[in-house]
């Protein structure tokens, strides 16, 4: 099993273009996050799916968008990137919401000039 | 919102030495996480806490629930190169149903 998969590994956008990171999972979980990590501000959360067909935001949403493609897809869309949205991307899934371990895949690292 | 506050942020011991995170949160939790990032890496599961004063020991590592279950604590007896990385804490309560909230993550080097 591959757990979980992101694609691109590192990606450099210009301010006002656009892209989608991509984040699969094998592992049938129900529920799937995007963070982002900052230096000195832990993990926040942008998106999450609590189960294929629903999404909902999190702390940080502004400036992003989300589709849960199916059970083991969940991708993030940056539709005008800004040099705010500098940082590290985490996608991570868990068989249900929060009170069971999360699986994190091993992130992209996104810098916007 | 629920805010997880966690100190210090950076820890600089030398291999042998003790080593302790801790983890406040502003409203009750339903239960805490701990993850472990290597340098470079995604963060890792750790352990779960879930009761009220509840300790769990992994090898080297002792980790405590608060009997409030606001807090937590991360404690690692002499500590080797091996634990070197970000640890982070992670709770879930209050109207953050659903989703765990991260504190700023403690960043520990160990010196050989």
């Known amino acids: 099993n591959a757990g979980?998969?992101?694609?691109?590994?590192?990606?450099?956008?210009?301010?006002?273009?656009?892209?989608?990171?991509q984040c699969a999972q094998d592992m049938n979980h129900n529920s799937m996050y995007w963070y982002r990590q900052d230096p000195g501000m832990g993990l926040r959360l942008?998106?999450?799916?609590?189960?294929?067909g629903t999404t909902d935001k999190g702390e940080v949403p502004n400036?992003?968008?989300?589709?849960?493609?199916?059970?083991?897809e969940f991708s993030l869309r940056l539709e005008s990137a800004a040099p705010s949205q500098t940082s590290v991307y985490f996608c991570a899934?868990?068989?249900?919401?929060?009170?069971?371990?999360?699986?994190?895949?091993?992130?992209?690292r996104l810098t916007v000039t | 919102?629920?805010?997880?506050?966690?100190i210090p942020q950076y820890q600089h011991v030398q291999?042998?030495?003790?080593?302790?995170?801790?983890?406040?949160?502003?409203?009750?939790?339903?239960?805490?996480?701990?993850?472990?990032q290597r340098p470079g890496g995604h963060p890792v599961f750790l352990i779960q806490l879930v009761k009220s004063g509840e300790v769990k020991k992994q090898k080297r590592l002792t980790f405590q629930f608060g009997e409030a279950k606001k807090n937590s604590s991360l404690h690692i007896t002499a500590t080797q190169t091996t634990d070197v990385g970000?640890?982070?804490?992670?709770g879930v309560g209050g109207t953050s149903y659903g989703k765990l909230t991260f504190g700023q993550g403690t960043i520990l080097t160990v010196h050989p």
Do not use: H
Not at chain 2, 1 to 6: D, F, N, S
């Open chain 1, 4 to 21: 979980v998969t992101q694609t691109p590994k590192f990606q450099v956008l210009k301010t006002g273009q656009s892209m989608t990171l």
């Open chain 1, 46 to 52: 942008i998106y999450y799916s609590a189960s294929e």
């Open chain 1, 63 to 72: 400036g992003y968008n989300v589709s849960r493609l199916n059970k083991r």
């Open chain 1, 93 to 108: 899934s868990t068989q249900g919401l929060a009170s069971y371990e999360q699986y994190f895949g091993p992130g992209t």
């Open chain 2, 1 to 6: 919102g629920q805010q997880v506050m966690q």
């Open chain 2, 15 to 36: 291999e042998g030495e003790d080593f302790t995170t801790y983890c406040n949160s502003s409203t009750t939790l339903s239960n805490i996480q701990w993850y472990k």
């Open chain 2, 86 to 90: 970000t640890y982070f804490c992670a």
